[in-house]
């Protein structure tokens, strides 16, 4: 489904299962913050940051604090905990 936002930049959203939740995830970003991917889920920060240390959601550590998770790593992630 191709749509356009307030700003008139054009995206794709599919639709990604996560326990029975669609999320909708604009392709054209690359990466994501901690934050994002738990606004994206509906799950708190905190969770998404025990999936990264116990290593079941893969993330690039650019600072301290700073992590990104690559949009492949997610879908793999989703596709993980979907079949589950």
Do not use: H
């Amino acid at each position: 489904m191709w749509i356009t936002s307030n700003n008139n930049a054009l995206y794709f959203l599919p639709l990604i299962s996560y326990n029975k939740i669609m999320v909708k995830t604009p392709l054209k970003k690359g990466y994501y913050t901690p934050s994002e991917i738990a606004d994206l889920l509906k799950v708190c920060r905190t969770t998404i940051w025990r999936y990264i240390r116990s290593g079941q959601l893969k993330a690039i550590k650019l600072s301290i604090k700073n992590y990104r998770i690559s949009k492949k790593d997610l879908e793999k992630f989703l596709k993980r905990k979907k079949t589950k």
